[in-house]
């Protein structure tokens, strides 16, 4: 059975917005800080933003630019990434992953558990 379940991907223009959400069937899920990465066709998957096990301290990756912002509901065990303006070179796969650390890192291998990724394709 599937730990971490992302949904919300879809195809969008250039300019929209949209919502990912990771629900985390994990045991213990709320002790996990919880990460978002994406892969584009050839390129190497690559972090977007992390936020800590009780949400308190979040990072992003450069390229996000204010554009992206990742919360968490531990009541509902859900990880979501609102991502506004979204634009084409943001088309990707994006993963959801959980670390065992109570702060969000942004190497992959520091990621113990990985979602099956959420298709963004995003339209000029």
């Known amino acids: 059975q599937a730990q971490l379940v992302e949904s919300g991907g879809g195809l969008v223009q250039a300019g929209d917005s949209l919502t990912l959400s990771c629900t985390n069937s994990?045991?213990?899920?709320?002790?996990?800080?919880m990460g978002w990465f994406r892969q584009a066709p050839g390129k190497e998957r690559e972090f977007v933003a992390g936020?800590?096990?009780?949400?308190?301290?979040?990072t992003y990756a450069d390229f996000v630019k204010g554009r992206f912002t990742i919360s968490r509901d531990n009541d509902k065990n859900t990880v979501y990434l609102q991502m506004d303006n979204l634009e084409p070179e943001d088309t990707a796969i994006y993963y959801c992953?959980?670390?065992?650390?109570?702060?969000?890192?942004?190497?992959?291998?520091?990621?113990?558990?990985w979602g099956q990724g959420a298709q963004v394709t995003v339209s000029s």
């Open positions: 992953a959980a670390s065992d650390t109570a702060l969000p890192v942004r190497e992959t291998d520091r990621y113990d558990y």
């Open positions: 994990l045991h213990g899920a709320s002790r996990y800080a």
């Open positions: 936020i800590a096990w009780n949400g308190g301290l979040m």
